[in-house]
C-alpha cells in the first residue's frame, strides 16, 4: 500500500535566496528602465488601436459550426442572390393607405435604391404579394440580399439603418430588421450600456480599494494596472480581428474581466508587499522578491487556473464563444503580466510613497488582520454549526436550478424603439405571429415537390411559398415557410425537429430561427463536456500548487455550490421575472442558452481565484508550522481582508453592468456577482476553512508515489 503524510513543514534557511519569482522581482527592479520602457511602448503601441475596437469586433458568429441551418445560410447567399438569414430586411408600412400609390410608392422606391447602392448588398428582391407584401397593401417587405459574411452584413445594418429611417413621412414608417439589424440595434444598445455601467463602477471601486488599503495611493494602483492591461487588450483584439473575427462580446467581457481580476491580483501584491516592507525592516528589492515568492506565486497560479477554465469554452464549435474566450484570456495575459512586472517596479520606485495619503486609524503595515484571526478561530471551535448553515443556505439556493430552461436570445432583448424590434413587431401583425422566423428549406429541384407537399401538410407551418428554383444551374430549389408560432415560442423546435425527419434526405432546413435552435442545441450538448473539462483542470492545476489531493478535490467541488446557487438565483429572476421590474427588464421565459456553459467557465474560474489566495496562504503556514490550526486560522487572518475587499469590488463591478443596457448584460452582471458575493463571502471565508478544520492533518497528506511526480512548489518564506 503507498504511504500517506503531510508534507513536512519547511526548515527555516538562515541565509535570505529568493525564489524564481523573486528573481524576477530583483531583476525588474534592477532593468526598471527597460521595463517601464517596454510597457510604456506596449501601452501606447496597442492603445492606438484601442479606439476603434467596438467599430471593428462583429457582432455576429453566433452559430453552430458544421450545422444544417449555417450550410442553408451559405447556400442561400450563394445560389439565391443572398436570400438568407442574415440578409436585410426593410419593413416598410403605411398608416394611410396601400404602398402603392402617390408618396407612399415614392418612399417604396427610396428604400430600394439605397440598397441598390450598397455594394455589400447582392440582389434586392422587391415585395411581392402573398409573401411579402400584406394582403391590405399596408406593409411590405424589400429584401437586401446578402453579399457579405454575417459580421461584415452586421456593418452593413449599422451603415443603412440611419439612412432608411430618415426615409420615413408622416404616413409611413422605415424600419430595417432582421438577424443583422438585431446585432447592430444590440451592440448599438450595449455599448451605451457598457460606458454607463463604467463611469459608475469606476468610482464604485476607487472607493472600496481606499478602504481595504487605507490610503489613496496604494488604492488607485490596481486601478492603473488594469487601465494599463485593458487599453493593451482592446488594441491587441483589433488586430487579432484582421486576421479572425472577433465578437464585440470579446471586449465586453474583457473589460469586466479584467478590471475584477487586476485589482484583484494588484490586492494581493500589494497588500503582502506593505507588510514585508514594514514589518521585516530589509530592502526594497527584499520586499519585492518576499512579494512575488508569496503573493506572486499564489497571483500566478491564480492566473493559470482562470485561463486553463476559460480555454474549456474554446471546445463549443461557435465562433462568438471562442472568440469570447479568447479575448477574455488575452486580457488576464495582459492584466497578469502587468501584475507580475510592472507592479514590482511601481512598488520599487514609490517605496514608503505607497502609504500616502493614509486613513488615520489605518496601519498601514498591517498583515495580518485581528478581526479576521478571532473569525477563523470561531470557525475552528464551531466548525460543524458553520458549515452545515452555509451548506444549506447554498442548497436552498441552487434547488431552482432543477427547472431552469435556455434558449436564445429573443427580440425582447432590444429597446422598444429599437428598429429591428419595431420591424419585428410589424411583420408580426401584417404576416402573422411565425413571419418573422421565416424557414427556409433549400432541396434538390426534383424534391421540391415532395418537400413542398410535406411542409403543407405540417400542423406547425401556417404558410408555404412556391419553390424559388436557384438562379444558376446548381440543381438546387429553396422553399420559404412561415411557422404558426413566433421564433421564440417553445414549440418551434419540435416542428423543425419533425420536417427534418419527414423531408426528403436532400433537403435542408434552416433560417434566423433554426440557426439560433441548432445552437442552443450545440450549447446544451457542449455543456457537460465543458464543465467536465474545468473541473478536472482545475483540480489537476490545485494539485500541483498544493501537492495535496483532498484539500484540492475539496476546494474544486466547493465552487459547484456556488455556481449551482448562482444559476438558480437567476433561474428566479430571468425566466420566472421575479424582480424584473427593480432591474428593469422583461423577462423573456428563460435564461440565455449561452449562459450555462460560458457562465460555469467565468464563475469557475472567479472562484479558484480566489480558492488560490486563501489555500495558498493556508500551505504557507502548513509549511512553517506543520500545525492544522495555524494553517487554518492563519490563512483566514492574512487572506481573509483581501477575498473580503477583493470580492467586494468584484460585486460592485458586476452590479454595476447589471443596472443599464439589454438583458444579456443584465445577465451577465448579476449571475456573476451572486456568485463572486455567494463564493467569496459564503465558501470561502466559511465552508473552505470548516473543510480544513474537518479535515485537520489529512487535508496536506501527499500519497509518496504521487509526491515524486509532482513537481516541488513551496509557499513559506524564509
Not at 527584499?286 to 512575488?292: G, I, K, N
Not at 500541483?544 to 455556481?563: F, H, K, N
Request: proline share 6%.
Amino acid at each position: 500500500m503507498a504511504q500517506t503524510t503531510p508534507a513536512a513543514p519547511e526548515a527555516a534557511s538562515p541565509a535570505w535566496r529568493p525564489g524564481p519569482l523573486g528573481r524576477l522581482g530583483i531583476w525588474v527592479t534592477e532593468h526598471r528602465r527597460t521595463v517601464g520602457i517596454a510597457w510604456v511602448a506596449l501601452v501606447i503601441g496597442l492603445g492606438i488601436f484601442a479606439p476603434a475596437v467596438e467599430k471593428n469586433l462583429s457582432g455576429a458568429g453566433w452559430q453552430a459550426n458544421g450545422s444544417e441551418s449555417v450550410a442553408v445560410r451559405d447556400l442561400a447567399q450563394e445560389h439565391f442572390g443572398g436570400n438568407a438569414s442574415h440578409a436585410i430586411q426593410v419593413v416598410v408600412h403605411s398608416t394611410d393607405g396601400p404602398l402603392d400609390r402617390g408618396d407612399r410608392a415614392q418612399v417604396l422606391a427610396e428604400v430600394t435604391q439605397v440598397l441598390e447602392d450598397e455594394p455589400r448588398i447582392a440582389e434586392v428582391i422587391a415585395p411581392m404579394p402573398g409573401a411579402s407584401l400584406s394582403p391590405d397593401g399596408r406593409t411590405a417587405v424589400v429584401l437586401g440580399g446578402a453579399g457579405a459574411d454575417t459580421n461584415e452584413m452586421v456593418r452593413v445594418a449599422t451603415d443603412l439603418k440611419e439612412e432608411l429611417q430618415h426615409l420615413s413621412t408622416d404616413t409611413v414608417q422605415v424600419n430595417p430588421t432582421g438577424s443583422s439589424l438585431l446585432w447592430s440595434d444590440f451592440n448599438e444598445a450595449n455599448l451605451e450600456a457598457m460606458l454607463t455601467s463604467e463611469m459608475v463602477s469606476w468610482p464604485v471601486t476607487l472607493a472600496i480599494l481606499v478602504l481595504a488599503f487605507g490610503a489613496l495611493v496604494a488604492a488607485g494602483l490596481p486601478l492603473l494596472l488594469t487601465l494599463a492591461g485593458l487599453v493593451a487588450s482592446a488594441g491587441s483584439l483589433v488586430l487579432i480581428n484582421e486576421l479572425v473575427p472577433v465578437s464585440i462580446w470579446a471586449m465586453n467581457f474583457a473589460m469586466m474581466f479584467a478590471l475584477a481580476l487586476g485589482i484583484d491580483y494588484a490586492l494581493f501584491l500589494v497588500v503582502r508587499y506593505r507588510a514585508a516592507r514594514m514589518g521585516r525592516h530589509g530592502s526594497v528589492q527584499q520586499a519585492v522578491a518576499e512579494t512575488m515568492d508569496t503573493a506572486g506565486k499564489a497571483v500566478l497560479l491564480s492566473g493559470a487556473t482562470v485561463l486553463v477554465s476559460l480555454s474549456a469554452v474554446l471546445l463549443v464549435p461557435s465562433p462568438s464563444f471562442r472568440s469570447m474566450a479568447g479575448g477574455i484570456m488575452i486580457s488576464v495575459v495582459f492584466v497578469l503580466a502587468a501584475t507580475l512586472t510592472l507592479l514590482p517596479l511601481v512598488l520599487f520606485k514609490l517605496d514608503d510613497r505607497i502609504n500616502r495619503f493614509a486613513l488615520p486609524w489605518v496601519e498601514v503595515g498591517e498583515h495580518r488582520s485581528p478581526a479576521f484571526a478571532r473569525w477563523g478561530a470561531h470557525l475552528w471551535r464551531r466548525p460543524v454549526a458553520w458549515g452545515v448553515g452555509a451548506t444549506v443556505v447554498l442548497l436552498i439556493l441552487a434547488a431552482p436550478i432543477v427547472g431552469l430552461k435556455t434558449g436564445m436570445p429573443s427580440i425582447k432583448v432590444l429597446p422598444d424603439d429599437a428598429s429591428a424590434r419595431v420591424g419585428y413587431a410589424q411583420v408580426k401583425e401584417a404576416f402573422g405571429p411565425g413571419a418573422p422566423g421565416m424557414l427556409q428549406v433549400v432541396v434538390d429541384e426534383a424534391d421540391a415537390s415532395t418537400a413542398t407537399a410535406v411542409l403543407d401538410d405540417d400542423a406547425g407551418i401556417q404558410a408555404v411559398l412556391p419553390p424559388m428554383p436557384a438562379a444558376d444551374d446548381s440543381g438546387l430549389a429553396m422553399i420559404q415557410a412561415v411557422p404558426t408560432v413566433d421564433p421564440s415560442d417553445p414549440a418551434l423546435p419540435g416542428t423543425i425537429d419533425r420536417l427534418r425527419t419527414d423531408l426528403p434526405s436532400s433537403a435542408l432546413v434552416g433560417g434566423a430561427a433554426v440557426e439560433n435552435i441548432d445552437l442552443t442545441d450545440q450549447l446544451q450538448r457542449s455543456t457537460p463536456l465543458v464543465i467536465g473539462v474545468v473541473l478536472l483542470l482545475g483540480f489537476l492545476l490545485l494539485l500541483v500548487a498544493l501537492q495535496a489531493p483532498l484539500i484540492s478535490l475539496l476546494g474544486t467541488l466547493a465552487s459547484l455550490l456556488s455556481t449551482a446557487a448562482a444559476f438558480g438565483v437567476a433561474r428566479l429572476l430571468f425566466q420566472d421575472g421575479h424582480g424584473s421590474g427593480l432591474l428593469g427588464f422583461e423577462h423573456q421565459g428563460f435564461l440565455d442558452a449561452w449562459a450555462p456553459v460560458f457562465f460555469f467557465a467565468m464563475i469557475f474560474a472567479i472562484a479558484m481565484d480566489y480558492t488560490v489566495f486563501l489555500l495558498a496562504s493556508a500551505k504557507e503556514h502548513w509549511e512553517k508550522s506543520g500545525d492544522p490550526r495555524e494553517a487554518m486560522v492563519g490563512a483566514v487572518a492574512h487572506s481573509g481582508r483581501v477575498i473580503f475587499a477583493a470580492g467586494g469590488v468584484m460585486v460592485a463591478v458586476f452590479f454595476t453592468f447589471a443596472l443599464s443596457g439589454p438583458l444579456p448584460p443584465k445577465e451577465m452582471g448579476v449571475i456573476l456577482g451572486i456568485a463572486v458575493l455567494l463564493d467569496a463571502f459564503l465558501i470561502r471565508l466559511v465552508l473552505l476553512p470548516v473543510l480544513l478544520r474537518l479535515s485537520g492533518r489529512a487535508a496536506w497528506a501527499t500519497p509518496t508515489w504521487l509526491r515524486r511526480i509532482l513537481p516541488t512548489i513551496t509557499f513559506a518564506h524564509d
